[in-house]
């Protein structure tokens, strides 16, 4: 395992190649390969491990009885999911995390910290930083989906995206199945808008390349 990609994530964020080796074996590091589409975790099951992408991508998707989805997220690699039900260890989860395309991803259960250790409460402290950044990420979601109109959505999607990547030119994260999914709208309607705003000079795209059009 490359302690050096470790060290570079927010998790194990000012921890010593040492403290990193301790917490590996602690709480025992546990690394897996996943092919697209295959579910890592599932909604119903509880988990106390954390998954930390060691490469390829996941997303984190709700599905009802009914066979809806919902994408809330999309997570890369050097990124992690499930902190939360880790910590929470008793608590169902809720959502299911798939690959998004062939990933390994570390395992750690984090379960059972404790602050014994000064890289536990290091551990501790940056699982804090991730908890805190996801709540982020979930309220502006829910910015996103808010708008009534499917236009509505895009722009506040892409404008989202634009300022986070301080471009107006970027690569979002999702084909346009998922990105209809995140913004929960039919991928026909979706196509349509995006093809509207395109001919009217809003935007330009190819696949999940966008380019937002300042047309004052």
Not at 16 to 27: D, P, R, V
Not at 47 to 56: A, F, H, I, P, Y
Not at 97 to 118: C, R
Request: positive net charge.
């Amino acid at each position: 395992m490359e302690i050096d990609f470790l060290q570079n994530t927010i998790l194990f964020k000012n921890l010593t190649e040492g403290e990193i080796k301790t917490a590996l074996s602690e709480l025992h590091g546990t690394q897996k390969k996943f092919r697209k589409h295959q579910k890592i975790l599932r909604s119903g099951k509880t988990t106390e491990s954390v998954g930390v992408v060691l490469s390829g991508s996941v997303t984190i998707e709700s599905c009802d009885m009914w066979g809806n989805r919902t994408i809330l997220s999309h997570v890369g690699a050097g990124d992690f999911f499930a902190e939360t039900y880790a910590l929470l260890k008793d608590e169902p989860l809720l959502v299911d995390v798939v690959a998004n395309e062939p990933s390994e991803i570390l395992f750690l259960s984090v379960g059972n910290l404790t602050y014994g250790d000064p890289w536990q409460a290091k551990l501790t402290r940056n699982l804090l930083m991730i908890s805190s950044r996801k709540n982020l990420m979930l309220s502006g979601r829910s910015f996103h989906t808010s708008p009534k109109t499917v236009r509505g959505r895009i722009q506040a999607y892409l404008n989202s995206v634009s300022l986070q990547k301080g471009s107006r030119t970027f690569d979002i994260p999702f084909d346009r199945q998922q990105m209809a999914d995140y913004l929960n709208l039919d991928r026909t309607a979706l196509s349509k808008e995006l093809g509207r705003m395109k001919k009217e000079g809003l935007i330009d795209f190819w696949k999940n390349h966008f380019k937002i059009i300042n047309k004052n």
